[in-house]
């Protein structure tokens, strides 16, 4: 069983930046794409950012420019740089996983909380 694990959310003032990480279990970066998704008080949880297997990336409008995802094959893990951080980025960000063959994300870690406030 594939399991996400998240860390590096916090308190940042608007402006700021912050990494988030996502380490998985197990080697699967080879059959699996990658994603980030946020899920902000009262709102729909919504995609910011996404890697394929093969590198491939894409970004939600609002992330564009700021925010940059990336994965280490080796160390298992992907990565969003988060740059220019603004309150409106305020949510819980969560990393989630599925094969490549699939179409939706169905693995997702446990979540971590990202808060832009000064």
């Known amino acids: 069983q594939v399991q996400l694990v998240e860390s590096g959310g916090g308190l940042v003032q608007p402006g700021g930046s912050l990494r988030l990480s996502c380490a998985t279990s197990?080697?699967?970066?080879?059959?699996?794409?990658m994603a980030w998704y946020r899920q902000a008080p009262g709102k729909q949880r919504e995609l910011v950012a996404a890697?394929?297997?093969?590198?491939?990336?894409n970004y939600a409008d609002s992330v564009k420019g700021r925010f940059t995802i990336s994965r280490d094959n080796l160390q298992n893990t992907v990565y969003p740089q988060m740059n220019s951080l603004k309150p409106e980025d305020t949510a819980v960000y969560y990393c989630a996983a599925k094969r490549v063959s699939s179409y939706n994300y169905d693995i997702w870690g446990q979540g971590t909380q990202v808060t832009v406030s000064s």
């Open positions: 890697i394929t297997s093969g590198g491939s990336t």
């Open positions: 197990r080697s699967i970066f080879r059959d699996y794409d």
